[in-house]
């Protein structure tokens, strides 16, 4: 008789980046079943929104996540355009050549971060340093365009609000340059070496058929072979012009290796994209100056590092939106991990889970404190009283 | 024939109203008994893929917005169920159809206390599990 035994990883475990916990249910070294249990960094953001004015929501959706920080403020802004007759309508056309650098080389520094993580994860930690190494010069490109290296505070309704510098495309050109050999060797060390191969070929295999009945996205969906691309299938940005040529990765296996190589793959067709868009950048405006929000409903999409991000906007023709929905494409790759994971072992769970490139943050959207001294933990009513009565005590301080 | 027309032809009058933002945004409504029919057709015999569901609260009803994406023509398709009971919103769970709505319809029902019938796993998914019974967070003001 089998003995059913559960692994808990989580919620605070030193192979996860963020807060989950996973419930394995293990018979021997097989994983029989999985319970996802989400939640631990829910902050309310949807809740938040509708509580700000629109150009302030910009800043706050830029916050959900550090690591795809331009996919959401994008997605907000083009839901936003959507309302106002489209991007193309009110963006100008130098401001979508900068949107699609931003989200291409965005692209890059993420993909990186999550082939470092990977590498980490089955032990190969030489990628691991590698990978981060190299990402370091595309956050150095951040900073020397938009002031930072996370949370760019680029995009805005109608435009964006920095202007790229002409003596900025002469650097970013060589950072291109110089990152295309170390693409080489990425896929060398991960494409032609039998270890790698033998350790992620037919592990975590998640197949067409259950890609689409979870409903999977981005490079996710792409390694099982469903065919899906927001870039192609709904342009934005430089890519709506047409005067841009790349490609659309895809792979059939539907196991991590092809994870992995359909995000390394990518890389080139990123690189490819901003070198056009530096070939290619007209002079002229940045920003379209947009006063007011028609009421209606407008729907915006990026495909983020991870997948399709969509976001949702009604407006009442106040300053406000009513509400605003947000989709990270973790919220639909992560629940996939309960296919991909059942009936693998135990040692391919970790690699499996982290797969996806889960990004919690995103997924969930509650500030959850710790106090130092003891275990009790505190939510956002306990910080408001807290606040109210520092108020009330500082009251009476003044009045004595 | 175009996904459109295919729509229209076998959901006929179940479809109360259609409006076309412009081409690549669909919002089309359909009474809340519909919707398995509705959603069935659109995933299986259509191919969509199911990006999301929107809850809304609205001062008349609770309001429910599936995103339906067409990948091969870039277009999204809304189907919007108004749920007029706003006292304890009810409707059919979509998730026994496809796996990929367990997530979003466990969010929707903690969060604006819509219960989804037939769903076979309607237990929180991100609020704490201290939150109190009954307290929806993204339900305004009445």
């Keep these: 008789m089998s003995h059913r035994v559960i692994v808990p990883i989580g919620p605070y475990h030193p192979s996860l980046e963020e807060p989950e916990f996973f419930r394995l249910y293990v018979e021997g070294e097989k994983v029989v079943d999985l319970d996802i249990v989400i939640g631990y960094n829910h902050r309310g953001i949807e809740k938040l929104a509708e509580a700000k004015h629109y150009d302030q929501v ?15 403020p994008y997605a907000y802004v083009l839901a936003v355009e959507d309302l106002l007759g489209g991007e193309l309508a009110v963006v100008p056309e130098r401001a979508l050549y900068i949107r699609t650098i931003i989200d291409e080389l965005q692209r890059i520094h993420s993909h990186l971060l999550w082939l470092g993580l990977a590498g980490h994860f089955i032990g190969y930690n030489t990628v691991w340093m590698w990978a981060w190494k190299y990402r370091e010069p595309v956050l150095d490109c951040f900073e020397m365009i938009t002031g930072n290296r996370n949370n760019y505070a680029m995009f805005k309704i109608g435009g964006v609000r920095r202007d790229l510098k002409d003596e900025d495309i002469p650097v970013l050109k060589k950072a291109m340059d110089e990152l295309t050999p170390v693409l080489g060797m990425f896929k060398g060390a991960v494409m032609d070496d039998p270890v790698i191969q033998m350790r992620l ?65 990518e890389m080139y067709e990123c690189i490819s ?53 947000i989709r ?73 | 024939m175009n996904i459109k027309t295919m729509m229209q032809e076998h959901l006929g ?32 015999e259509l191919g969509l893929r199911f990006s999301i569901a929107s809850g809304v609260d609205t001062p008349q009803a609770i ?13 999204v398709y809304s189907v919007r169920v ?17 796996p990929g709505a367990e997530w979003i319809e466990r969010e929707m029902w903690e969060m604006l206390g819509i219960k989804f019938i037939g769903h076979p796993n309607l237990k929180r998914l991100l609020l704490a599990e201290d939150w109190p019974e009954e307290k929806y967070p993204l339900r305004n003001a009445p």
Aim: charged share 30%.
């Design chain 1, 328 to 400: 990270a494409p973790s919220f639909m790759n992560v629940a996939s991990n309960k296919v991909a994971c059942v009936g693998g072992t135990i040692s391919d769970a970790a690699i499996t889970l982290a797969a996806v490139d889960p990004c919690y943050c995103c997924t969930e959207r509650l500030a959850v404190i710790e106090r130092p001294t003891s275990k009790k933990i505190m939510n956002g009513w306990d910080l408001i009283k807290l606040s109210q009565e520092k108020t009330e005590r500082l009251k009476k301080e003044l009045h004595k």
């Design chain 2, 13 to 44: 009058a179940t479809i109360t109203a259609w409006q076309e933002v412009n081409p690549r945004r669909v919002y089309f409504s359909v009474k809340k008994e519909d919707i398995l029919k509705t959603v069935r057709f659109l995933f299986r």
């Design chain 2, 63 to 75: 309001e429910i917005l599936y995103h339906f994406c067409d990948d091969v023509a870039g277009t």
């Design chain 2, 82 to 98: 108004l749920i007029e009971d706003k006292k304890s919103p009810e409707i059919d769970a979509i998730t026994p159809l496809f």
């Design chain 1, 273 to 325: 994209i901003i070198r056009q868009c530096l070939e290619r950048i007209p002079k002229g405006e940045i920003d379209s100056n947009v006063k007011d929000i028609p009421p209606g409903e407008g729907i915006g999409r990026v495909e983020a590092p991870r997948g399709e991000c969509i976001h949702y906007i009604k407006s009442d023709g106040t300053n406000r939106p009513v509400r605003h929905k």
């Design chain 1, 58 to 72: 910009a800043y706050l959706v830029e916050r959900i996540c550090g690591i795809c920080s331009s996919s959401h």
């Design chain 1, 201 to 265: 070929k037919k592990v975590g295999v998640l197949t067409k058929e259950q890609a689409i009945d979870w409903c999977v996205v981005g490079p996710t969906a792409r390694a099982s072979g469903v065919n899906i691309d927001i870039r192609r299938d709904e342009p934005y940005g430089a890519l709506t012009l047409g005067k841009i040529d790349w490609n659309v990765i895809m792979e059939k296996d539907g196991d991590i290796f092809a994870k992995t190589v359909l995000r390394i793959l």
